[in-house]
């Protein structure tokens, strides 16, 4: 009867290591099933999320080779580096919103008690720039030129404002 009982329980454990086995075997496979499918969606919404991106800074300073050229000169000492001027041209045209009647190159007059201050600034090129503007209440944006002066310093003409409406 020992040893029957013995034989049972043998084969009862022989079983039992069998059955966990392939539980534990067919759920690492799952989990590596689950990873490689998280993994690749979140590979393709990167690669989106990077297209995406690429296709809005088309037009920006940074990416355009033809601008960046343009601010290489013959000249070594008169040569200005893209990466250094972006920052400046933003500051410059920020620091205008000082001004108590309002940024004068928002192209719009104050209306009513609040002045119009620009918010955010993009260097699409080696010439324009636009910008939004705001006096709390109404919105717009403006596309500028500017210009780096021989002694540079930076200079700016309204192109076109436009506002929203309410």
Known sequence: MKK???LY?????????????SFLNSEVKFEQNRYERTTKKLRDSLNSVTAKLNDANY?????????QNYFDSAVANKTIAYEKLIPIVTEKLMDLNANPKGNPYTGQDQIGENKFVINKVKVLNHRWI?????????????LLKYFVNEDESISFEVMESLLYAK
């Open 4 to 6: 029957s009982f013995l």
């Open 9 to 21: 329980a043998f084969i009862l454990l022989v079983l039992i290591n069998v059955f966990t086995y």
């Open 130 to 142: 636009i910008a939004d503007y705001s006096d709390g209440k109404i919105w717009g944006e403006v």
């Open 59 to 67: 037009f920006s300073l940074e990416k355009n080779e033809n601008a």
